[in-house]
């Protein structure tokens, strides 16, 4: 018991130490960063969606066009290796935006390539994006139901 | 009458005839090569895929490749090895096997992550003072693309990498260790095993952090089995803590009562310098190995370090249970290498 007391202990002011000396990560910079490369896409997807408008029947149509081009986008720079190091610059700025989400499906499915089509690509594609489709589910769902409740639904 | 080989104090083992490292061979990736450690390394592959269809086979072929050009280094032939030891990082230490399989030695599979190199050397100068093994063969590698598949996230993922990050060496590298009156390289004279120390660590992405612990128990029970300090040893080499964990070794050790002086370098920290996608600097099995292969190997030829205390470090958790919100335990195996 006090062993373990003392190892609690030990860890808990291990962990201030390690605290102590770490390197601070200079904040400003990486929302400054990230705010220009989402932006930057987020620019992007705006001018591709306004090209779309003229060309689609519909406004609807436009936006599955823009988001099906901006996939295909992200997917690119995956495959040719480019898609990592705009990660590394914008953090969540790359991340968030639809790009991101192409990305990685992408490069889970690069990446497993090797162990086959079925249980290696198609089975691994989804280990980063699967729980953003997951969660997206079950808060549309949430919501819906909660807009039927107080009867804003449809 | 020959020496023996003794145990010293709680922990350590001091060889009777300290065996030599014979033969030793580093074979690094572009990326390694073109580190400030570049100029130590044996050969150099243009590609770190070195054509090859996977990652995994990659990081095979650069340990295959190390061992045999290790053996041929050394003057040998298969049939004048009498004990393959190897480990990697990839699950079941994947490219050892392989690599056993195609040299058709018996082989001995070790783990300690990116302190396979000071495991597997005093384990074949154990074998080969105690008379157990002739020639003992010792090799190790890591891939970055494996290793970041298996430990971490695909390649490509648009992951932002923190300052406390370290990047996996790729590359393969392998020592002969054979009797004393068989070659003139770097003698073992001792070992210190080290002790799994876990001090709470939960970031896998922050891997110096969890094993600085490790390196100080190893080094203070080190200089206390054997009564030396660090005046005794004109380098004390750790890695890869990288410069994060470096930093909380030296802290900790300080506040020990020891003073590194100028004695300290790091492997992780050193190998590509200061260069900002390496975050705190490198790691990956094969790191530690080029360090002592390499640098401390050749400077030692030089007639710069004549007695070399290293200390390889490894991070001894997996995916799953980092997941499972378990805390990374370290290891540090400590070897003394002496020249002449």
Same mark, same amino acid.
């Given at each position: 018991?006090?062993?373990?007391?003392?190892?609690?202990?030990?860890?808990?002011?291990?962990?201030?130490?390690?605290?102590?000396?770490?390197?601070?990560?200079?904040?400003?910079?990486?929302?400054?960063?990230?705010?220009?490369?989402?932006?930057?896409?987020?620019?992007?997807?705006?001018?591709?969606?306004?090209?779309?408008?003229?060309?689609?029947?519909?406004?609807?149509?436009?936006?599955?066009?823009?988001?099906?081009?901006?996939?295909?986008?992200?997917?690119?720079?995956?495959?040719?290796?480019?898609?990592?190091?705009?990660?590394?610059?914008?953090?969540?700025?790359?991340?968030?935006?639809?790009?991101?989400?192409?990305?990685?499906?992408?490069?889970?499915?690069?990446?497993?390539?090797?162990?086959?089509?079925?249980?290696?690509?198609?089975?691994?594609?989804?280990?980063?994006?699967?729980?953003?489709?997951?969660?997206?589910?079950?808060?549309?769902?949430?919501?819906?139901?909660?807009?039927?409740?107080?009867?804003?639904?449809? | 009458?020959?020496?023996?080989?003794?145990?010293?104090?709680?922990?350590?083992?001091?060889?009777?005839?300290?065996?030599?490292?014979?033969?030793?061979?580093?074979?690094?990736?572009?990326?390694?090569?073109?580190?400030?450690? *570049?100029? $130590?390394?044996?050969? #150099?592959?243009?590609?770190?895929?070195?054509?090859?269809? %996977?990652? &995994? +086979?990659?990081? @095979?072929?650069?340990?295959?490749?190390?061992?045999?050009?290790?053996?041929?280094?050394?003057?040998?032939?298969?049939?004048?090895?009498?004990?393959?030891?190897?480990?990697?990082?990839?699950?079941?230490?994947?490219?050892?096997?392989?690599?056993?399989?195609?040299?058709?030695?018996?082989?001995?599979?070790?783990?300690?992550?990116?302190?396979?190199?000071?495991?597997?050397?005093?384990?074949?100068?154990?074998?080969?003072? *105690?008379? $157990?093994?002739?020639? #003992?063969?010792?090799?190790?590698?890591?891939?970055?693309? %494996?290793? &970041? +598949?298996?430990? @971490?996230?695909?390649?490509?993922?648009?992951?932002?990498?923190?300052?406390?990050?370290?990047?996996?060496?790729?590359?393969?590298?392998?020592?002969?260790?054979?009797?004393?009156?068989?070659?003139?390289?770097?003698?073992?004279?001792?070992?210190?095993?080290?002790?799994?120390?876990?001090?709470?660590?939960?970031?896998?992405?922050?891997?110096?952090?969890?094993?600085?612990?490790?390196?100080?128990?190893?080094?203070?029970?080190?200089?206390?089995?054997?009564?030396?300090?660090?005046?005794?040893?004109?380098?004390?080499?750790?890695?890869?803590?990288?410069?994060?964990?470096?930093?909380?070794?030296?802290?900790?050790?300080?506040?020990?009562?020891?003073?590194?002086?100028?004695?300290?370098?790091?492997?992780?920290?050193?190998?590509?310098?200061?260069?900002?996608?390496?975050?705190?600097?490198?790691?990956?099995?094969?790191?530690?190995?080029?360090?002592?292969?390499?640098?401390?190997?050749?400077?030692?030829?030089?007639?710069?370090?004549?007695?070399?205390?290293?200390?390889?470090?490894?991070?001894?958790?997996?995916?799953?249970?980092?997941?499972?919100?378990?805390?990374?335990?370290?290891?540090?195996?400590?070897?003394?290498?002496?020249?002449?």
């Amino acid at each position: 018991m006090d062993r373990d007391q003392g190892a609690i202990q030990g860890a808990r002011e291990y962990a201030r130490l390690v605290q102590q000396l770490a390197p601070k990560p200079n904040v400003a910079r990486l929302t400054a960063r990230a705010f220009l490369v989402g932006g930057t896409i987020c620019f992007l997807g705006q001018f591709v969606f306004d090209y779309f408008r003229f060309r689609q029947p519909t406004e609807g149509e436009a936006i599955a066009a823009t988001l099906a081009t901006m996939i295909l986008l992200g997917v690119a720079l995956t495959a040719l290796g480019v898609y990592d190091d705009v990660g590394q610059l914008g953090g969540m700025g790359a991340a968030v935006p639809i790009t991101g989400f192409a990305n990685a499906m992408a490069a889970a499915a690069m990446d497993f390539r090797r162990e086959g089509f079925v249980l290696g690509m198609a089975a691994k594609m989804f280990i980063i994006a699967g729980p953003v489709i997951v969660f997206g589910i079950l808060a549309g769902t949430v919501t819906g139901l909660v807009a039927w409740l107080v009867g804003s639904g449809p | 009458m020959a020496a023996i080989a003794q145990r010293l104090g709680q922990y350590t083992v001091q060889l009777g005839q300290p065996p030599r490292i014979v033969g030793a061979l580093t074979l690094m990736a572009p990326r390694e090569a073109a580190g400030p450690m *570049g100029q $130590y390394f044996d050969a #150099v592959v243009d590609d770190d895929m070195w054509g090859e269809v %996977s990652a &995994e +086979r990659a990081e @095979r072929k650069f340990l295959e490749q190390a061992a045999r050009r290790a053996m041929d280094q050394a003057g040998l032939l298969e049939p004048d090895v009498d004990v393959f030891l190897a480990g990697d990082l990839l699950n079941q230490i994947v490219s050892s096997t392989f690599t056993a399989r195609s040299l058709g030695l018996p082989y001995l599979g070790i783990f300690a992550a990116c302190a396979t190199s000071s495991l597997g050397l005093g384990l074949a100068a154990i074998l080969v003072d *105690g008379g $157990y093994a002739r020639r #003992v063969l010792v090799a190790t590698a890591s891939h970055y693309q %494996s290793v &970041e +598949r298996q430990y @971490r996230y695909p390649i490509e993922l648009n992951i932002q990498r923190k300052q406390t990050n370290q990047w996996t060496a790729t590359g393969g590298a392998a020592a002969v260790v054979a009797p004393p009156d068989q070659g003139s390289g770097p003698r073992i004279t001792h070992i210190t095993f080290g002790r799994v120390v876990d001090w709470g660590v939960t970031d896998a992405n922050d891997m110096g952090s969890a094993m600085a612990p490790a390196a100080c128990d190893t080094l203070l029970r080190h200089f206390q089995d054997t009564n030396t300090t660090p005046g005794d040893y004109d380098l004390i080499l750790t890695g890869d803590l990288a410069s994060v964990g470096s930093k909380l070794f030296r802290t900790l050790v300080e506040r020990a009562g020891v003073t590194l002086g100028g004695k300290h370098m790091d492997g992780g920290a050193s190998m590509y310098g200061q260069a900002p996608w390496a975050g705190a600097g490198a790691s990956g099995s094969v790191c530690s190995m080029a360090m002592l292969l390499g640098y401390v190997h050749k400077e030692m030829a030089q007639g710069r370090y004549r007695r070399v205390l290293a200390l390889p470090t490894g991070c001894l958790h997996s995916p799953t249970t980092w997941q499972q919100g378990d805390s990374c335990p370290g290891i540090s195996h400590a070897i003394v290498l002496e020249a002449g």
